[in-house]
C-alpha cells in the first residue's frame, strides 16, 4: 500500500494514471456508439489509417509535438474513413472490402513515412516509432492537457446530442424520417470515433488502439440494459483496463504499454461474456441447469399423481425403483428436493421393500395445476 | 418551409411521376398514386415491386431521379410531424441496450427538437400508446427480450405517440402471430375511423379485402389502384405477380414508350 502511494507521487506515474483515465473515459462512451453501431472494424480502420498523419505532424513540426501529431493522425483517420466512404458508395465494394482496403493502404503510407523519417536519422525522431505499440511512460503534463481537452469536448458532444445519437444508432430510416440529417450525424459520430482513436495513439498505439475502443463497450454491453449504463460502464472498463495496464507495463517489466492495456481489457471482456448476469454463457448455462431440473422435478410430480389415479387411491405409495424405472434415471435427488417444498412425504409400506412416497395435499394440488398447464398448452 | 401553394391539397398522399433508380435500374417507374383521406390503403406487390421504396420516397428517405410526392397538399419537409412511419421490424437491432418505453419516447423526437429531453409528458404519452397495443406491462423490458409480436406493438405504439393523420406503415403484419395481427388490424382500422389515413405495405394477398379500403397494386410501375372492391380482381394480381421478372428485367423505356400518353 505505502510502495503504492509512493508511486502514485511520482509525476511520471501521475501523468501515466490521469492519462489513462482520459483515454478510457473516451474511448468507452465513443466506443459503445461505434460498437452498436457495428463499426468496430472502422475503428481498426482509423486507428491504423492514424500512422500517416502522425508522421505527417512530426514533420511538419519538426519533432515531437503532440499536439501535431495528433491533429495528423486525425486528419489522416478521417480521410481514409471519406475514402472508405466512397469506395463502398461509389463503386459495388462491400463494406467489410472497403474498410479492408483502406486500412491496408493507409497504414502502408503510415510505415513507408515512418522508416523514410527514421532514415533521416534526425536525432529529433526518437520515440515515434512507440506510437505504433504504445508507450505510457512517455506521456507528458502538456499531452494531458490535449487527451483531457479532447475527452470533455466528446463527453460534451455525446451530453448535447444524446437522443439524437441514440435515435440515429438504433433506428436510423426512423431517424431520417422524422427530419434528422443522418449523414451529418454519420459523419460526427464517425469523426468521434477517430478522436477516441487519436487519444490513445501514445498509450496504445495505432497498431491496437481499436481494441482499446471496442473492448470495453463490447465487455460493458454484458452488463447492463439500458445505453446510459453502457456508457458509464464502458467508461468504467476502460478505465480500469487503461490505468491498470498503463500501470503494469510502466512498473512492473516496462513492457510495450498497448498491449498489456489491450489485454487488460481483454481479461475484462472474457469476464464479462462468461459471468455477466442474464447474458454471461455462465449464466446462460446455470439457468438451463436450474430449468432441466425444475423439469425433472414436476414429471416425477405428476408420475406419481397419475400413479395415485391409475390405483384410485390419492394416498397410494410409490416406490422409488417404480419411479426410476419409469423415468429411466435416479429420482432420489428429484425426491428430495420435491419432499423440501413440502409435495411428498416417504411414507412406511412393506418392510423388505425400498422407500416408498405419497403425495401431499399440496403435492396433489401442484400436480393438477402442471397437468393443466400441459393441457393448456397442447389444446 | 414557407407557405408554397399547395398542390392538390385534398389527396392525403399525391405521388406524380415518381421514378427512383438504384444503379440505373429502375425500383419505381413513373408512379402516380393518390390517396384520398380517410382510407386504410394497402400497397401490394412481389418482392422486388418498389413497396418499401416507395414509402421511403414519400419520407424522404431516398432521393427520387424525377418526380414528386405531396402529403396534403404541401412537401414532406413541411408535413414531418403529420407523419406517422413505421419501419419494417428487421430494421433495427433489437439487440440495442433499451427499454420498450425509451423505444416509444422516439416516436415524440420529431416534435420534441433538439436539444430537449423528453419528459413526465412524453413518457406518460409512451404509456398510453403501450397499452393502446396492449403492453403496458412490458414498458420496463428491456427490447432484446420482447416477442416478435411484441415488438411489432412497440414499433406501432412509437407511430402512436406521434400522433399523425397519415400513417405509412412497411410490412406490419410480417412474421407476427395471429393475435397479434388481429390487435394491428383493429388498431389500423380505429384509427381510419377517427379520420387518419393509413398507407400500409401488406403481402398477404388472402386478407386484402377483408382488411383494406383501398388498394395500390405496384410492381415498379403502378398496375391499378382504387377501392378495393374495384382493384382487387385476378387480372390486376396476374398482371402484378406473374410477369415479376420481365417487368424489372425489361428496358424500363420500352415500358413508357408503351404504356404513357
Redesign the interface.
Known sequence: MDGLLTLLGDHTVQNVVLGAIFLGVTSGVLGSFAVLRQQSLLGDTLAHAALPGVCLGFLVAGGRELGFILAGALVTAVLAALLMLVLTRRSRLKTDAGLGTALGFSFAVGVVLLTYIQNTGDAAQGGLDSFLFGQAAATLRSDLWIMGGIMVAALALVAAFWKEFKLVTFDPLYAGATGLPVTLLDVVLTTMIALAVVVGLQMVGVVLMASMVIAPAVAARQWVTRLEHMVVAAAAVGVVAGTGGALLSALVANLATGPVIVLTASALVLISILAAPGRGLLWEQLARWRARRALRGRQVLTTLYELSAEHRDPHYPAERGTLNTFHGLDTRAALARLERRGLVQRVRHMPDEGPHWELTAAGREEARRTLAQLGAAEA | MTAAPLHEPDLALHVEDLTVSYQGKPVLWDVDVDIPPGVMAAVVGPNGAGKSTLV?AV???VRPTAGHVRLFGAPY?AM?RE?G?V?QRS???WD????AL??VQ?GR??H?G??R??GRREREMALEALDRVGIADLAQR?ISQLSGGQQQRVFLA?ALVQDARLYLLDEPMAGVDAPTERAVVELLQELRDAGRTLVVVHHDLQTVRDYFDWLIVLNVRVIDQGPVDRVYTAANLRRAYGGQIALIERPAVDDDARGAS
Do not use: C, E, H, S
Not at chain 2, 96 to 99: A, S, V
Open positions: 421511403k419520407l424522404d428517405l419537409a414531418r407523419v412511419y419501419p430494421a433495427v437491432d440495442f441496450p433499451t427499454t425509451d423505444v422516439m423526437y420529431g420534441l433538439w436539444f429531453r423528453p428491456q412509437r
